[in-house]
């Protein structure tokens, strides 16, 4: 599990609806040495209710939101705007205040793109979205535009990983092979393959004969 710094903030300051007192805010990520910053927004005690209450849990260090900051032009936009997400944090098994984690390029930070893996699909109807959805892949351009989810609905990431040439992406993962909308003993795991393209418009993935 990831464990970030978070930092409370009005709710004027990010034009938050009135009623919620404060927001819970992970360290920010800058984009290479652009003006461009991430700061994931934390699933806290005072969001969580928007997730319902299914059959799995709430993982610990999820995002809600992923803002990107504009340091020229000091103005800032939400990644997956009003839609329900669930985000897999960019670090894993790493104290905030670790000094390494300052050095490094998150992996989700490509040449051209940023991929993000989340839960956007209460896939199993159980009113909530948790661990029991599946997670997708998503990617957008450095600067926050064309988000798009790119692994097919119903396909659930467990791993991906990206080519040394930067150009493709492996992505292992399960479909619900028996249609008992889990995801675990019973279904087969697969490999998709994404071409990635500058135009997040024209990036393709199609599954991997094995």
């Not at 997708?136 to 064309?146: H, M, Q, R």
């Amino acid at each position: 599990m990831t464990f970030l710094f978070s930092a409370t903030v009005s709710t004027w300051a990010l034009g938050q609806k009135p009623g919620k007192d404060e927001v819970n805010l992970s360290d920010p990520f800058q984009i290479d040495s652009s003006d461009y910053f991430l700061i994931p927004e934390l699933i806290d005690n005072d969001n969580q209710q928007a997730y319902g209450k299914g059959k799995g849990y709430l993982p610990w260090g999820n995002y809600s939101h992923i803002i990107f900051y504009n340091a020229k032009t000091n103005q800032s936009k939400k990644l997956f705007k009003g839609q329900l997400a669930l985000i897999a944090p960019f670090y894993s098994g790493r104290y905030y205040y670790d000094d390494d984690r300052e050095k490094e390029v998150p992996a989700n930070i490509l040449s051209k793109h940023i991929v993000y893996l989340a839960r956007t699909d209460n896939f199993n109807g159980d009113h909530a979205l948790d661990t029991d959805d599946p997670v997708y892949l998503y990617i957008s351009t450095k600067a926050g535009d064309n988000l798009k989810q790119i692994t097919p609905k119903g396909f659930n990431v467990i791993s991906w990983t990206v080519s040394k040439d930067r150009k493709m992406l492996l992505v292992k993962g399960q479909n619900d092979k028996n249609g008992n909308k889990k995801f675990g003993n019973g279904d087969d795991e697969l490999y998709y393959r994404i071409d990635l393209d500058d135009d997040v418009s024209k990036i393709q993935c199609y599954q991997i004969n094995l």
